[in-house]
């Protein structure tokens, strides 16, 4: 482990480990998390000897588990990252952009980030030009005057162009954070679409104004070659084909691999983001923990629009 990140964060994150993972750093139990489907990160600095070797091992066990009538399998079945961040940092973020253009930034903040400097931007996804917001500015910024957790910056971008799933135009947005110093010292970037979802008792779901008649299929996380561990080639091939049988929607039972909802943002498909509850919701102790982990992962994407607190419940 290099000796330049000790006085930094070490994360480690997994995608996917089915179902009870425990987490050992130099034989110390470092994390035990308990859902199959949802990322889960784990501090491990503090574990750590740097400048020399050390030893990560992740036990993964299913056995306590009643298998349903589809194939859950065990082990570590999505990507894996180590992150290295500095003390203070932006830990997460929710990006709110709607039909005209209007733009929110919540950042949840690790550590005293009081006199550093938050900026955003936005540039298109195909052709890279920079959007100007309707001041004619290329980014929106915030000087954080408070050691408050929760920072928030909005503005207006301009002469942007929606995101429906008929023309899921996608933009990226940018986040710095500056030092007090002014060094730019962490970089994140996330597609986002500009787009306005709203609902209306016995009527239906309105996407930037105009009513979307829904029609879609379930699907499984499931590769015949692979189990579990599938691809983004896959999540594409599933995602045309839906868009092949003239479908706009879609399900999957429990929280999907990120790169299929990375092609429902491209290709124009809403989907609904659900729990892997069966034929229920998880109760209130349960459900908040596993909805918190779900949502803190996929809220930024486009193409979801609703919500569900377990498998058709």
């Not at 986002?192 to 699907?219: A, C, H, M, S």
């Amino acid at each position: 482990m290099s000796q330049e990140w000790e006085e930094k964060t070490v994360i480690l994150e997994f995608e996917g480990v089915y179902e009870t993972a425990m987490v050992y750093v130099n034989g110390v139990l470092a994390k035990t998390n308990k859902n199959g489907y949802t990322n889960f990160y784990v501090d491990i600095a503090r574990y750590l000897n740097f400048g020399e070797e050390n030893e990560i091992k992740v036990v993964a066990d299913n056995s306590s588990e009643e298998n349903s009538r589809w194939y859950s399998g065990t082990g570590i079945y999505r990507p894996v990252w180590l992150e290295v961040v500095p003390q203070v940092h932006i830990e997460h973020f929710v990006l709110n952009a709607d039909q005209h253009g209007k733009f929110q930034a919540s950042c949840e903040m690790y550590g005293d980030a009081k006199g550093y400097e938050l900026h955003v931007s936005v540039r298109g996804l195909k052709d890279g030009k920079t959007v100007l917001t309707n001041t004619g500015q290329s980014a929106l910024s915030k000087k954080i005057t408070d050691s408050g957790k929760e920072q928030q910056i909005e503005g207006q971008w301009a002469d942007i162009q929606t995101w429906s799933t008929e023309d899921p135009n996608l933009y990226v947005a940018r986040l710095e954070l500056k030092s007090p110093e002014g060094k730019v010292i962490q970089t994140r970037e996330t597609r986002i679409g500009f787009r306005t979802v709203e609902f209306f008792p016995q009527d239906g779901v309105y996407l930037n104004g105009t009513k979307l008649v829904v029609k879609g299929i379930n699907r499984h996380s499931f590769s015949v070659d692979g189990g579990r561990a599938t691809s983004a080639a896959m999540s594409r091939q599933d995602a045309l084909l839906i868009k092949e049988m003239n479908m706009n929607a879609v399900r999957s039972h429990y929280a999907p691999d990120e790169h299929f909802l990375d092609m429902c943002d491209s290709l124009g498909i809403v989907y609904m983001d659900e729990l892997a509850g069966w034929q229920n919701c998880y109760d209130e102790k349960v459900g908040s923990k596993l909805v918190k982990e779900m949502v803190q992962r996929d809220v930024n994407h486009p193409s979801i629009i609703i919500w569900s607190n377990g498998n058709e419940g």
